[in-house]
């Protein structure tokens, strides 16, 4: 059995096991790494705004960008005139259509998207369905919209819900989490994000979702879950979101139906400012030590990591606190059904579908949110080519 860090050792600093393994040297100098990105993150959060909140992602973001850098040299030149100048946009032509991405072309345009935000860039796991939403009057990229399997254990939707342990598995998997969820510029300032929202509550992909993974067996328990979607769960980027809350998707009578519900905050754990560097020495610290315990492969989505990182925090006598970021993001729930509780609490089995086409409620956006937008704002003043270059670090 491998013991935790005890007194019986006399001067050590890590568990019995790092001493057997004849592994101090690597374990003192994962320790110094790991506290010296944790007085970073403590510097940066503890005032809370946004801004130092993506600052706390930047680490993370600057070394995936290093990772890809020679990928978007190669690419950003056959790609780039997706992206939209100012001259291009002209809210009253805009027509947005909803792409499922299923070619190579459409996955690098999504993967140049992604890369460019503040957040560290994720390819998702488990099931997937990525999105590009286009503008076809004038050609140009809109925004992504990135859908993964859901997590298993998700506080602010398990104390909401009263989902039944013995069918948790089956009824969460109804169910797809939206990792990348956003509009590039300039539509960011014409609130093309709020579309990017809609998108995700709309019939299309839940259609897509039923054709994809209709009478597929699960990697894990070998056998066919119900293919339906009833809902998708999101988080905010950074703290208190402007992007999901109060996202209509139309109206009835004088009331607005809301395509977003808040499940209150997360509770501020997890493993993001821990970088792909950083996760990378930790793997392979974690491989010396248990060698028999592989990492990588199916399975090996965040609760792996988290896992991973766990383990190694015991072995360096290191608190699990130090998995405590304290950036409480905002958690959101896309309902695609009208009896979502009682699908959820196991009560009912059938969905009672409410969503609507993506055209119809790109329409809607418009008219709720581009139109007023830009007439407030003039015009788009946000040069879509030359911010995406800049954030992607190729100027």
Not at 48 to 63: E, I, Q
Not at 78 to 92: G, H, L, R, T
Not at 121 to 137: A, F, K
Request: aromatic share 10%.
């Amino acid at each position: 059995m491998n013991l935790p860090c005890v007194e019986s050792v006399q001067e050590s600093k890590f568990s019995p096991l790092v001493y057997e393994k004849d592994l101090v040297t690597e374990a003192e100098e994962l320790m110094n790494e790991i506290h010296a990105m944790r007085r970073n993150l403590i510097r940066l959060v503890d005032t809370n705004p946004k801004s130092d909140y993506r600052n706390a992602h930047s680490s993370s973001r600057l070394v995936t960008l290093g990772k890809h850098k020679k990928w978007l040299d190669k690419n950003w030149p056959k790609y780039s005139n997706v992206f939209a100048e100012p001259k291009e946009v002209f809210p009253e032509a805009i027509q947005p259509r909803l792409e499922l991405v299923t070619k190579q072309a459409q996955r690098d345009i999504f993967r140049i998207a992604r890369l460019s935000w503040s957040l560290p860039y994720s390819m998702g796991y488990g099931r997937r369905l990525n999105y590009l939403i286009w503008d076809d009057s004038n050609h140009k990229l809109m925004g992504i919209l990135g859908l993964q399997s859901p997590p298993i254990g998700f506080s602010a939707r398990d104390t909401t819900f009263n989902i039944p342990r013995e069918r948790k598995p089956e009824i969460v998997n109804q169910t797809m989490d939206a990792y990348s969820v956003g509009a590039v510029p300039p539509y960011s300032d014409l609130l093309g994000g709020k579309l990017a929202v809609l998108a995700a509550a709309s019939k299309d992909v839940r259609q897509d979702y039923e054709q994809r993974y209709e009478g597929r067996i699960t990697e894990m328990e070998k056998r066919v879950l119900p293919a339906y979607l009833i809902a998708v769960t999101t988080l905010s980027a950074f703290g208190r979101s402007s992007l999901y809350n109060r996202v209509s998707k139309g109206k009835k009578g004088n009331q607005n139906l809301w395509a977003t519900a808040s499940l209150g905050n997360c509770k501020g754990w997890g493993t993001f400012y821990f970088n792909d560097d950083l996760y990378r020495k930790i793997k392979i610290f974690h491989q010396q030590l248990f060698p028999d315990k592989p990492v990588r492969g199916f399975g090996t989505g965040p609760k792996v990591k988290q896992l991973v990182i766990s383990h190694v925090l015991r072995q360096l006598c290191l608190p699990q606190t130090y998995l405590k970021h304290n950036i409480k993001r905002e958690v959101f729930i896309i309902s695609h059904t009208d009896n979502l509780e009682d699908i959820l609490a196991g009560k009912e089995e059938t969905p009672i579908y409410n969503d609507q086409p993506f055209q119809e409620l790109a329409e809607f956006w418009k008219e709720r949110y581009c139109l007023p937008r830009a007439n407030n704002r003039c015009s788009c003043s946000i040069d879509g080519k030359q911010t995406i270059a800049k954030a992607l670090e190729l100027l």
